[in-house]
Each structure stands twice: as C-alpha cells, then as structure tokens.
C-alpha cells in the first residue's frame, strides 16, 4: 500500500501546473460575472455569456477526444494553455480602452472552453499513463489534483479575483494570462508518454463515434456520464443567477460573493479530501450517490437560505459533495477504460455533461425572469434530486466491483498495471 501510495516525480509538476493554472481560472470565475454585471443588469444577457463557456463542449467534445487520442498529449496540453495565454490579452486590452462588452465577454468564455476542452481531455488521458494506470494512485492523484483545484479556483482565487477587479477591469484577465503561461512551461518539462496505437485507417469520425458508443452502451460509465449531465444543468441554472441572487436577496457585494465562492471551495477541498476514504468505507457506488444526495439537499437549503451565512453553509456542503464526485467518478473511469480509447471516452462523458449546461444556463436566466430570483434555485434541487434517484443503480457497487474485475485482463502482460488491480479491488 506505501508503494502505491507513492506517486512519481513528474506528478508534482503536472500538479503544480494544474494548480497555479486554476488559481488563474478561480480569479477569472469571479471577475468574469462581475465584469458583465458592471455591462448590463439583464439576467439573459448574463446568460449568454454563461453558455458561451458550455458550447465547445457541445460542438467538439467527442471530436476533441478522438484528436488528443491521435495528438501528443502533453504537447496538447502546453500548446493549449500558451495559446489561452495570449488570447486573454485581448479583452485586457478591451477592458483598458473601455469597450469591452457582452459579446466580447461571450466570445472569450467560449475560446477560453474551447482550449480547456483539449487541456482537461489530454490531462485526463496523460494522467493513467503518467501513474501506470494503478487505480490507487489514480484516486490518490485525483485527490491531490481536486483539492488543489478546488483551493486555487475556488478558495483563493475568487477573493482575489474581486479584489484585483477593483484595481482595474483588465488586472484579473492578465493574471489569469499570466497563470496560463506558467502552467504552460510546467507541462512542457513533463516527461513525454507513447500515443496508444491507433489505426490509420480509421477516419477521425469513425474513432469519435467509437468512443461514444463505448460510454453509450456501458451502463456504468453512461452512469457516470449522465450525473454531471442532469447535474450540470442544475448547477449552471444556479451560477447564471448566483451574482444577482448574492446581491439583490443575500445583501452582499463583490468581496462577499467572492467569499460565497470560497464556502463552496472550502467544502471542496474537504469533500477531496475525504472522497478516498469514502470510497473504501461506503463503496464507490454507494459513495457517489450519497455525494449526489447531499449536492440536491444543499442547493435546496440555498433556495432557502435566509442571510450569507446559511447560504454559505449551503454552499459549502454542496461543495463537499461535489468535491467528493470528481474524485471518485474520474478515478474509477480512469482505472476501467482502455488506454487506447482514453481520451475519447473522457471527452464523451464530459461532453454529455456539458452540452446540457448551456440548456441550465438559459433555464436559470428565464426561470429569474419569469418568476424569481429563487425560483431557478427550487428548480436546480429538485432535478439533482430527481437524477439521483434514476442513476443510482447504474452506478452500484456491484457494477463497480465487476468493472474493476474486467478490466484486469485489459493489463495484459505488464506486471506494473496486472498488480495494480489488485490494490484497489473491493
């Protein structure tokens, strides 16, 4: 078990990048709503530039597997987060001159995705190559990953996102830059990973199509696939009104938002932290639907939230459950899917988790419009609630426990990932 817990050296690298990147992104996540509000007060426009984010998704994401299965993944990684680099200097440049706008603010949310979508697709396929696909490095792994995450994008980041949007509208999107870049020389010095054998025969739709139909037709990883899915739409219907909800029914302006957002985190790193031991002790199935459960009864409680405090306590708690789920989904995928296949199958799965955000996005906007302010809130828990239910038993433990015994056999020869199997069986 000591040796498994052990991870190699170019982990702390890709770790490091990860994490001085998402520090970069929580800045952003907090300045990008505020800099809208500070455009318009129209919670549709606010959506739009919500959704935007959501569409790369919808529009490549099973094509931008089928490509990182083809690309290098750690040149697609490095590539990646240079190029977001130099994108975001151009709403600085927008936002110093005074014409920054909606579309504008849309159009950088959409790029910004786009580029994240073959960062997070070769960074999951990279990983179980880096770890030697053992699944009790992948959990531990995901673990440091999602806590560092969730400290940087969502504990430090949006505090520091609203108080750098007071030094001027530009100073976030170049520190966001400026991460980027950073994370982008890290990647680069990781070792380089052999690309699975692929056909070259095989045309880019028919390798897409692929590993759709191997999410699809598996009823545990289309399990997997569709909370984030369902939950997605929930989530998105939330952070489209969150702002406006923080300031207009909570009282609380820009560095108390901010603050909201670092609850959340909080929970978070809490949820990542204890997402393993979870595992162990409820069983993954069982593990993430009580993760689910408690996600749709926190966001119940910030509908009805009374003041900032509770609804920080909310927050918090739906941050632990989600905290908890991105490590234990991922790692499971991680540990079951074929080498080959990797990268299309990550990308299948977040793509039918993100091409229903969108839909949250604008159902958050016109349920704020048509009714009120919580109603969008009341919505959210009710269909986190709903999925629960319906997926718990594509993703019990005995599926879990049976995918994990087939997917021994996929080790084949190699004594490094036939002995990793045996580690985490439960």
Known sequence: MNDAAKLPAGFGRLWTAQTVSSLGDGVTHAALPLLALTLTRDPMALAVVTAAGTLPWLLFGVLGGALVDRWDRRRTMWVTDAARAVLLAIPAAAAALDVLSIPLLATLAFLLALGGLFFDTAATAYLPDLLGRDPAQLERANARL?????AASGFAGPPAGSALLALGRSVPLLAD????????????????????????????????????????????????????????????????????????????????????????????????????????????GTALTCTATME?????????????????????????????????????????????????????????????????????????????????????????????????????????????????????PDPTEESAVHITSR
Not at 213 to 236: I, K, T
Not at 241 to 247: E, N
């Open 296 to 412: 749709g009864l926190a966001i119940l409680g910030l509908a009805s939230a009374p003041n900032p405090y509770v609804a920080g306590l909310a927050l918090a708690v739906c941050g632990a459950g989600m905290g908890a789920t991105m490590v234990l989904g991922p790692s499971l995928r991680q540990a079951i899917v074929p080498a080959h296949l990797m990268g299309r199958v990550a990308s299948t799965s977040r793509m039918l988790a993100m091409c229903a955000a969108p839909f949250g996005a604008l159902l958050g906007g016109w349920l704020a419009t048509a009714y009120d302010l919580r109603t969008p809130l009341y919505a959210a828990a009710g269909l986190l609630l709903t999925m629960t239910a319906v997926t718990a038993t594509m993703t019990s433990n005995r599926r879990v426990e049976t995918a994990l015994r087939n997917a021994r056999p996929q080790a084949g």
């Open 177 to 284: 830059a400026v991460s980027f870049a950073l994370s982008a020389l890290l990647v680069r010095s990781l070792p380089a990973m052999p690309r699975p054998a692929a056909s070259a025969r095989e045309s880019l739709l028919r390798q897409a199509r692929a590993g759709a139909s191997y999410v699809l037709q598996d009823r545990l990883l289309l399990g997997l696939a569709l909370r984030p899915a369902v939950g997605n739409v929930a989530f998105l219907a939330v952070e489209t009104v969150l702002a406006l909800f923080a300031g207009e029914r909570l009282g609380v302006g820009a560095l108390g938002f901010g603050l909201l957002l670092t609850a959340e985190a909080i929970g978070g790193l809490l949820g990542a932290g204890v997402a393993a031991f979870l595992g162990r002790r409820l069983g993954t």
């Open 146 to 150: 999602r806590g560092a995450q969730t």
